[in-house]
């Protein structure tokens, strides 16, 4: 692990580029990475942001009340950053990457350790503190959960297609893939799909989010649950209601606006002829 903070990663940007990029005069993160960001995630915990490059570095910075972000350190992979997460006690950083691993990056003794591996990229990475493991999904169409003991992942979810984007809410697990499916998973049986539907949207979803109190949401003309997003289509449809048994897990129904006291009254006129 390196600490960084001078040079050119933390150093003072040029004053001219932050008018021509920042018209808003909004709190920049100077000199971010060298090349593109792909994943940033705060701590549940504290004013901790890390972010991760395409560089194949992961960097944390402390974010003060001024909105000024002070650069803490920073560690890398053998390939381009793709993913990161936090665990609940903000104490370790989770990061996947294009070099096909999965590593845990503990804050407090620096350590930075392999603690997954796939066929492929590993495009997303999560923490489930209520099944005390990791979970990863990769461009190899395999979503892995992995106890951080053992080099071989306690379960293993077949996917129809490569993972883009995922969203973990205990007990929901949701998952974007590339042939512009969602795939969802109830973790009492995290190595078995529920159900899978077809996106409606026209383009590749490209990120995904479950509601916090585990109602999901779909775009327009979804049939069922998640909340999907391409630049092009954001539209919120509510679906029918159902719920998944053993859980809190609900999707609320769309009831239709009732109609103006004026519309009423004309309907229940007798009509003239």
């Known amino acids: 692990m390196a600490a960084f903070g001078g040079g050119a990663f933390g150093g003072p940007a040029p004053a001219a580029a932050a008018t021509s990029h920042n018209p808003n005069n909004d709190v920049e993160v100077q000199n971010a990475a060298t090349d593109g960001i792909s994943c940033i995630a705060w701590s549940p915990t504290s004013n901790y942001l890390v972010a991760g490059s395409w560089d194949n570095q992961i960097r944390v910075w402390d974010v003060q009340m001024n909105g000024q972000a002070v650069p803490k350190a920073a560690v890398s992979h053998d390939g381009p950053i793709l993913c990161a997460g936090w665990s609940n006690d903000g104490a370790r950083v989770f990061t996947g990457g294009a070099d096909k691993t999965a590593k845990v990056w503990d804050l407090a003794t620096s350590s930075h350790t392999q603690v997954a591996a796939h066929d492929a990229p590993i495009k997303n990475i999560f923490w489930v503190q209520e099944m005390q493991c990791v979970v990863t999904s990769s461009w190899d169409r395999t979503v892995k959960y992995w106890d951080g003991k053992s080099p071989q992942p306690k379960g293993v979810l077949q996917l129809p297609e490569r993972a883009y ?3 973990i809410r205990y007990p929901l697990m949701v998952i974007a ?3 512009r499916k969602i795939v969802v998973v109830h973790m ?3 190595t078995e799909i529920m159900t ?3 996106s409606p949207l026209k383009y590749q ?3 995904i ?5 585990m109602t999901v949401r ?3 003309r979804a049939p069922t649950s998640a909340l999907t997003r391409h630049p092009r289509s954001a539209t919120r449809h509510p679906p029918p209601a159902t719920r998944v048994p053993g859980s809190r897990l609900r ?3 769309f009831y239709r606006r009732r109609a103006s006291a004026s519309a009423r009254s004309r309907a229940a006129s007798p009509s003239i002829t």
């Open 218 to 220: 779909r775009r327009r």
């Open 188 to 190: 009492s049986k995290p």
């Open 209 to 213: 989010a479950a509601f916090p109190d």
């Open 251 to 253: 999707h609320r129904p």
């Open 177 to 179: 893939t590339a042939d």
């Open 205 to 207: 979803s490209r990120c």
């Open 165 to 167: 984007a995922m969203d």
């Open 196 to 198: 899978t539907i077809q």
